[in-house]
């Protein structure tokens, strides 16, 4: 019996995908284990493993097909014995009512008199109109081709599939004229009163500015979902404090000259790390997340680094921050990074966390107010360390100073615990023996 492949979900949040690569092809021999295809997720290209014995029969999703959902039948696998040429495709899209195969042409059906007198609203008992066609949802087309269509401006109601059961392919709508039918269709319907107004299409605008149009990745749409959310729906508080840093700069320059026959070097970022870990710990009313009637109150800390890469922001999760030491936060943070980057992150090592650490100082950004990342309860932003004017026992002399902010949830988190987060993590950092202890 036929298999149906279907689009996986490769992660707990996962709901569609991009089929960014197939890596077989129709007639193919596939066994249990083979890597069948790569797949986009809102995060990382993953790779996805066959889970049957079988020949690739059809290939029903194309690849750089955007927006598959997940459960979506993508390909048919003909099982041992089976013969590949003789096996339907299955799925949803794989055969079509008998009425969605002969649509009433609407040509034909004689246009009401009444209908080149538009009337000012409609009647309570409808005059007979021409016979409609088909609803959008019963017309068999790929993914591809429907957006293709879309991009030619081509309506699929009059485009002949040449697929299975008269499903139409990418080839279908490459060929139609662009237009053409959605014009026809349009002449034969009657006037209404705002036939005559003009209609603005967004890609056809003009700026007056050259320009052109990037269409959103998976990953941008997420981010801009996400935080879009997290600023309307999570009330913010933001609390900042300036820390010295020439102690930590110190204990950094001393730990990295005795780390260096290990092949470890440490970043002010791994520092960070373990100081908000251990900072969570000693005030584990920060530690938490708000869950509508109730709350979570997490018994480690799992810090979440924001890392930049080319599609947008991704962040790997250091677990167990305030527990791990500085040179393990080194070794992990530099490979998470480097994976992210690769797209070749799997999903618990992004997906979780109880808190987020965004640093921007390399940038040379002083100080900044980080979106939260729901539905964790904070997020801390570190600023570039310079030389300040600052007071030492109580005389002004010049020090490296940061400022970092925190953004608290305030539905989970009290002003008052915001500001004793705040506490001992700038205590940290300015006595940072306590964090090689």
């Known amino acids: 019996m036929p298999i149906a492949i279907k689009m996986p979900a490769l992660s707990p949040t996962m709901e569609e995908g991009t089929l960014a690569k197939w890596l077989v092809k129709v007639g193919d021999q596939v066994s249990a284990g083979d890597i069948m295809a790569e797949i986009e997720t809102d995060k990382a290209t993953m790779e996805f493993e066959a889970v049957d014995e079988g020949v690739i029969a059809h290939i029903q999703v194309d690849e750089g097909t955007e927006g598959v959902a997940v459960g979506t039948v993508i390909a048919t696998l003909a099982e041992e014995g089976e013969d590949a040429g003789d096996v339907q495709p299955m799925g949803d899209g794989a055969a079509a009512p008998a009425a969605a195969a002969t649509p009433a042409p609407v040509e034909d059906a004689p246009a009401p008199k009444e209908a080149a007198t538009p009337a000012p609203s409609p009647s309570p008992t409808p005059a007979p109109t021409p016979a409609a066609a088909p609803s959008g949802d019963r017309i068999i087309a790929s993914p591809l081709a429907r957006r293709i269509a879309e991009q030619k401006g081509i309506d699929l109601t009059g485009v002949k599939g040449s697929g299975p059961n008269g499903r139409i392919v990418k080839a279908d709508v490459e060929n139609a004229q662009p237009g053409t039918a959605k014009a026809d269709k349009e002449a034969a319907a009657p006037a209404t009163p705002t036939d005559a107004l003009p209609v603005a299409k967004p890609e056809a605008a003009d700026f007056g500015i050259p320009h052109e149009v990037e269409k959103l990745s998976s990953m941008r749409k997420t981010i801009a979902r996400r935080l879009t959310e997290s600023k309307q729906q999570v009330p913010h508080i933001y609390l900042t404090v300036d820390i010295r840093l020439d102690a930590l700069l110190k204990l950094r320059s001393e730990l990295n000259a005795a780390l260096e026959p290990q092949g470890v070097k440490l970043s002010v970022n791994d520092l960070m790390i373990k100081a908000l ?161």
């Open 277 to 437: 870990g251990k900072s969570l710990e000693a005030v584990p009313a920060c530690n938490v997340q708000f869950a509508g009637d109730t709350m979570l109150k997490f018994t480690r800390a799992d810090v979440s680094v924001a890392v930049s890469i080319p599609n947008g922001l991704i962040t790997p999760i250091v677990t167990d921050a305030g527990a791990k030491s500085v040179s393990k936060i080194s070794t992990e943070m530099k490979d998470l990074a480097t994976r992210a980057k690769d797209g070749k992150l799997a999903p618990e090592e992004y997906q979780g966390g109880t808190a987020s650490l965004s640093n921007m100082g390399m940038f040379g950004i002083k100080q900044f107010e980080a979106v939260i990342n729901p539905p964790q309860g904070m997020i801390m932003a570190i600023g570039a360390g310079d030389k300040r004017p600052y007071v030492v026992d109580d005389s002004l002399q010049i020090a490296s100073v940061m400022s970092a902010t925190g953004s608290f949830d305030h539905r989970a988190i009290d002003g008052a615990d915001g500001a004793q987060l705040m506490k001992a993590f700038k205590e940290m950092i300015e006595a940072p023996l306590g964090l090689v202890a």
